[in-house]
T-cell receptor, first 116, second 111 residues
Framework: GAVVSQHPSRVICKSGTSVKIECRSL??????MFWYRQFPKQSLMLMAT?????????EQGVEKDKFLINHASLTLSTLTVTSAHPEDSSFYIC????????????FGPGTRLTVT | QKEVEQNSGPLSVPEGAIASLNCTYS??????FFWYRQYSGKSPELIMF????GDKEDGRFTAQLNKASQYVSLLIRDSQPSDSATYLC???????????FGTGTSLTVIP
Protein backbone atom coordinates (compact mmCIF):
# COMPACT_ATOMS: atom_id res chain seq x y z
CA GLY A 1 0.00 0.00 0.00
CA ALA A 2 0.88 3.65 -0.25
CA VAL A 3 3.01 5.25 2.45
CA VAL A 4 2.12 8.42 4.29
CA SER A 5 4.44 9.94 6.84
CA GLN A 6 3.67 12.44 9.54
CA HIS A 7 5.98 14.58 11.61
CA PRO A 8 6.36 15.00 14.50
CA SER A 9 4.96 11.84 16.05
CA ARG A 10 4.67 13.49 19.44
CA VAL A 11 4.76 17.09 20.54
CA ILE A 12 4.32 18.80 23.86
CA CYS A 13 3.81 22.53 23.82
CA LYS A 14 2.79 25.29 26.16
CA SER A 15 -0.61 26.89 26.05
CA GLY A 16 -0.71 29.80 23.64
CA THR A 17 1.99 28.55 21.30
CA SER A 18 1.52 27.23 17.77
CA VAL A 19 2.37 23.79 16.49
CA LYS A 20 2.89 22.69 12.90
CA ILE A 21 2.30 19.10 11.79
CA GLU A 22 3.51 17.85 8.43
CA CYS A 23 1.92 15.12 6.36
CA ARG A 24 3.71 13.67 3.35
CA SER A 25 2.73 11.07 0.78
CA LEU A 26 5.99 9.29 0.04
CA UNK A 27 5.30 7.16 -3.01
CA UNK A 28 2.24 8.63 -4.69
CA UNK A 29 0.73 11.96 -5.55
CA UNK A 30 -2.02 12.85 -3.14
CA UNK A 31 -4.71 14.82 -4.85
CA UNK A 32 -6.56 15.16 -1.61
CA MET A 33 -5.42 15.10 1.99
CA PHE A 34 -7.59 14.88 5.04
CA TRP A 35 -7.00 15.86 8.64
CA TYR A 36 -8.67 13.99 11.45
CA ARG A 37 -8.68 14.30 15.19
CA GLN A 38 -9.28 11.44 17.56
CA PHE A 39 -9.87 11.69 21.29
CA PRO A 40 -9.26 8.66 23.51
CA LYS A 41 -11.69 5.81 22.89
CA GLN A 42 -13.60 7.85 20.33
CA SER A 43 -13.90 7.55 16.59
CA LEU A 44 -12.10 9.60 13.98
CA MET A 45 -13.46 13.08 13.50
CA LEU A 46 -12.82 14.71 10.14
CA MET A 47 -11.56 18.23 10.59
CA ALA A 48 -10.90 19.33 7.03
CA THR A 49 -10.32 18.24 3.48
CA UNK A 50 -7.65 19.85 1.36
CA UNK A 51 -6.95 19.64 -2.33
CA UNK A 52 -3.58 20.62 -3.71
CA UNK A 53 -3.45 24.30 -4.52
CA UNK A 54 -6.89 25.04 -3.10
CA UNK A 55 -8.19 26.31 0.21
CA UNK A 56 -9.15 23.62 2.66
CA UNK A 57 -12.78 22.78 3.31
CA UNK A 58 -13.47 22.66 7.03
CA GLU A 59 -16.11 20.58 8.74
CA GLN A 60 -18.77 22.29 10.74
CA GLY A 61 -17.52 23.38 14.13
CA VAL A 62 -13.84 23.40 13.17
CA GLU A 63 -12.31 26.87 13.36
CA LYS A 64 -10.36 27.56 10.21
CA ASP A 65 -8.43 30.39 11.84
CA LYS A 66 -7.29 28.10 14.60
CA PHE A 67 -6.43 25.08 12.47
CA LEU A 68 -4.53 26.38 9.47
CA ILE A 69 -4.13 23.94 6.63
CA ASN A 70 -1.82 24.31 3.69
CA HIS A 71 -1.60 21.84 0.80
CA ALA A 72 1.10 23.40 -1.31
CA SER A 73 2.11 20.33 -3.30
CA LEU A 74 0.82 16.91 -4.26
CA THR A 75 2.96 15.33 -1.56
CA LEU A 76 2.79 17.71 1.37
CA SER A 77 0.08 19.14 3.57
CA THR A 78 0.57 20.94 6.88
CA LEU A 79 -1.73 21.56 9.80
CA THR A 80 -0.88 24.39 12.15
CA VAL A 81 -2.65 24.54 15.48
CA THR A 82 -2.49 28.19 16.45
CA SER A 83 -2.64 29.45 20.03
CA ALA A 84 -3.01 25.92 21.31
CA HIS A 85 -4.94 25.25 24.49
CA PRO A 86 -5.13 22.12 26.65
CA GLU A 87 -8.46 21.16 25.06
CA ASP A 88 -6.61 20.88 21.73
CA SER A 89 -4.63 17.96 23.13
CA SER A 90 -5.51 15.03 20.93
CA PHE A 91 -4.27 12.54 18.34
CA TYR A 92 -4.11 14.24 14.95
CA ILE A 93 -4.01 11.97 11.93
CA CYS A 94 -3.68 12.86 8.29
CA UNK A 95 -4.66 10.71 5.36
CA UNK A 96 -4.07 10.98 1.66
CA UNK A 97 -5.85 9.73 -1.42
CA UNK A 98 -4.83 9.71 -5.02
CA UNK A 99 -6.75 10.20 -8.22
CA UNK A 100 -9.54 7.97 -9.44
CA UNK A 101 -12.13 5.89 -7.65
CA UNK A 102 -12.17 4.09 -5.32
CA UNK A 103 -10.63 6.85 -3.28
CA UNK A 104 -8.97 4.73 -0.65
CA UNK A 105 -7.36 6.80 2.05
CA UNK A 106 -3.96 5.95 3.44
CA PHE A 107 -3.27 7.21 6.92
CA GLY A 108 -0.16 8.68 8.39
CA PRO A 109 1.03 7.36 11.76
CA GLY A 110 -0.51 10.28 13.63
CA THR A 111 0.76 13.04 15.87
CA ARG A 112 0.00 13.06 19.55
CA LEU A 113 -0.29 16.65 20.73
CA THR A 114 -0.21 17.54 24.39
CA VAL A 115 -0.76 21.14 25.37
CA THR A 116 0.28 22.02 28.91
CA GLN B 1 -29.65 7.91 11.99
CA LYS B 2 -25.89 7.71 11.69
CA GLU B 3 -24.42 7.40 8.24
CA VAL B 4 -22.45 4.31 9.23
CA GLU B 5 -23.37 2.01 12.08
CA GLN B 6 -21.21 -0.64 13.66
CA ASN B 7 -21.66 -2.69 16.77
CA SER B 8 -19.06 -1.26 19.15
CA GLY B 9 -18.50 -4.65 20.75
CA PRO B 10 -16.37 -5.81 22.34
CA LEU B 11 -16.41 -8.92 20.22
CA SER B 12 -14.40 -11.83 21.57
CA VAL B 13 -13.52 -14.93 19.59
CA PRO B 14 -11.16 -17.80 20.35
CA GLU B 15 -7.96 -18.15 18.38
CA GLY B 16 -8.55 -19.97 15.11
CA ALA B 17 -12.22 -19.05 14.91
CA ILE B 18 -13.94 -16.84 12.36
CA ALA B 19 -14.59 -13.27 13.44
CA SER B 20 -17.53 -11.54 11.77
CA LEU B 21 -17.75 -7.76 11.76
CA ASN B 22 -20.79 -5.95 10.44
CA CYS B 23 -21.59 -2.49 9.17
CA THR B 24 -24.69 -0.80 7.80
CA TYR B 25 -24.84 2.50 5.98
CA SER B 26 -27.52 4.99 5.02
CA UNK B 27 -26.23 6.72 1.88
CA UNK B 28 -27.70 4.64 -0.95
CA UNK B 29 -25.48 6.44 -3.44
CA UNK B 30 -22.27 5.19 -1.85
CA UNK B 31 -20.21 3.05 -4.16
CA UNK B 32 -17.05 2.11 -2.32
CA PHE B 33 -16.57 0.57 1.09
CA PHE B 34 -13.46 0.14 3.15
CA TRP B 35 -12.30 -1.75 6.21
CA TYR B 36 -9.55 -0.37 8.39
CA ARG B 37 -7.83 -1.86 11.41
CA GLN B 38 -6.69 0.39 14.22
CA TYR B 39 -4.50 -0.80 17.03
CA SER B 40 -4.67 1.09 20.29
CA GLY B 41 -2.69 4.31 20.07
CA LYS B 42 -2.00 3.88 16.37
CA SER B 43 -3.53 5.24 13.19
CA PRO B 44 -5.89 3.22 10.97
CA GLU B 45 -4.45 0.78 8.48
CA LEU B 46 -6.33 -0.15 5.31
CA ILE B 47 -7.24 -3.83 5.17
CA MET B 48 -9.28 -3.93 2.00
CA PHE B 49 -12.01 -2.27 0.01
CA UNK B 50 -14.97 -3.53 -1.96
CA UNK B 51 -17.30 -1.89 -4.47
CA UNK B 52 -19.13 -4.75 -6.15
CA UNK B 53 -21.91 -6.79 -4.59
CA GLY B 54 -20.74 -10.15 -3.35
CA ASP B 55 -17.56 -11.34 -1.71
CA LYS B 56 -13.99 -10.24 -2.06
CA GLU B 57 -11.25 -12.31 -0.51
CA ASP B 58 -7.73 -11.26 0.46
CA GLY B 59 -5.82 -13.82 2.46
CA ARG B 60 -7.63 -14.48 5.71
CA PHE B 61 -9.98 -11.55 5.12
CA THR B 62 -13.24 -11.59 3.18
CA ALA B 63 -15.34 -8.50 2.63
CA GLN B 64 -18.99 -8.94 1.75
CA LEU B 65 -21.19 -6.27 0.24
CA ASN B 66 -24.95 -6.16 -0.24
CA LYS B 67 -25.96 -2.80 -1.63
CA ALA B 68 -29.67 -3.63 -1.63
CA SER B 69 -29.54 -4.18 2.12
CA GLN B 70 -26.92 -1.44 2.60
CA TYR B 71 -24.76 -3.87 4.47
CA VAL B 72 -21.07 -4.61 4.40
CA SER B 73 -19.19 -7.10 6.51
CA LEU B 74 -15.69 -8.35 7.16
CA LEU B 75 -14.87 -11.95 7.97
CA ILE B 76 -11.54 -12.85 9.49
CA ARG B 77 -10.72 -16.54 9.20
CA ASP B 78 -8.30 -18.34 11.49
CA SER B 79 -8.30 -15.40 13.88
CA GLN B 80 -5.01 -14.65 15.61
CA PRO B 81 -4.31 -12.71 18.80
CA SER B 82 -2.55 -10.14 16.60
CA ASP B 83 -5.93 -9.44 14.98
CA SER B 84 -7.10 -7.92 18.27
CA ALA B 85 -7.83 -4.31 17.37
CA THR B 86 -10.65 -1.93 16.53
CA TYR B 87 -12.07 -2.38 13.05
CA LEU B 88 -13.44 0.67 11.31
CA CYS B 89 -15.92 0.54 8.48
CA UNK B 90 -15.68 3.46 6.06
CA UNK B 91 -18.16 4.33 3.35
CA UNK B 92 -17.35 6.69 0.54
CA UNK B 93 -19.80 9.53 0.26
CA UNK B 94 -21.90 9.66 -2.89
CA UNK B 95 -20.21 12.94 -3.73
CA UNK B 96 -16.95 11.07 -3.81
CA UNK B 97 -13.64 11.30 -2.02
CA UNK B 98 -14.77 11.80 1.58
CA UNK B 99 -15.63 8.97 3.91
CA UNK B 100 -18.21 8.35 6.55
CA PHE B 101 -16.52 6.37 9.32
CA GLY B 102 -18.24 4.06 11.74
CA THR B 103 -17.32 4.20 15.40
CA GLY B 104 -15.53 0.87 15.12
CA THR B 105 -15.89 -2.61 16.55
CA SER B 106 -13.40 -3.76 19.14
CA LEU B 107 -12.24 -7.32 18.51
CA THR B 108 -10.36 -9.47 20.99
CA VAL B 109 -8.95 -12.83 19.91
CA ILE B 110 -8.42 -15.03 22.90
CA PRO B 111 -5.39 -17.36 22.74
Amino acid sequence: GAVVSQHPSRVICKSGTSVKIECRSLDFQATTMFWYRQFPKQSLMLMATSNEGSKATYEQGVEKDKFLINHASLTLSTLTVTSAHPEDSSFYICSASGTGAPYEQYFGPGTRLTVT
Amino acid sequence: QKEVEQNSGPLSVPEGAIASLNCTYSDRGSQSFFWYRQYSGKSPELIMFIYSNGDKEDGRFTAQLNKASQYVSLLIRDSQPSDSATYLCAVEKYTGNQFYFGTGTSLTVIP
